[in-house]
């Protein structure tokens, strides 16, 4: 009995979790106009399996001894329309730019490891998301 019941808890405890990082990239970004600063972007694939309302609070980026509040966009996977809140199941594209017009506040750190953090409510209750580990990515554009 003991042997079907752990499993059974482990499925179960598994199942439950609404919200799942897939992907994560930190793109390194050279726009095409010779002026025009170099910057990053992260952008993190989130795949829901529940109906659940999820809003994300805030983006915080950690780099080095600053940690820098970062605006960002949330669209699902297939359309091109930005979304406030993620009200279904499928996967969502979060997208946070390191360009100085999307940087909202910084401030000192303690730690000096590179590392994204998601604030999120869902249904009612408060949850946390932190990425530390990247695909990379060039990107020239034109």
């Known amino acids: 009995m003991k042997k079907l019941l752990i499993p059974l808890i482990v499925v179960l405890i598994w199942g439950c979790n609404s919200s799942q990082i897939t992907q994560a990239s930190k793109q390194n970004i050279r726009p095409g106009v010779p002026s025009a600063p170099a910057y990053r972007q992260y952008s993190i694939e989130i795949l829901r399996k529940s109906a659940q309302l999820a809003q994300i609070d805030s983006v915080i980026v950690r780099d080095g001894q600053t940690c820098y509040n970062v605006g960002f966009s949330l669209v699902k996977s297939g359309s091109s329309m930005q979304l406030?809140?993620?009200?279904?199941?499928?996967?969502?594209?979060?997208?946070?730019?390191?360009?100085?017009?999307?940087?909202?506040s910084e401030r000192s750190c303690d730690s000096s490891e590179e590392k994204v953090i998601l604030y999120l409510t869902e249904n009612g209750k408060a949850k946390t998301f932190e990425v530390d580990s990247f695909k990379i990515e060039d990107i020239n554009r034109r």
């Open 84 to 104: 406030q809140k993620m009200d279904s199941e499928g996967t969502y594209l979060i997208e946070a730019s390191m360009r100085k017009e999307q940087i909202a």
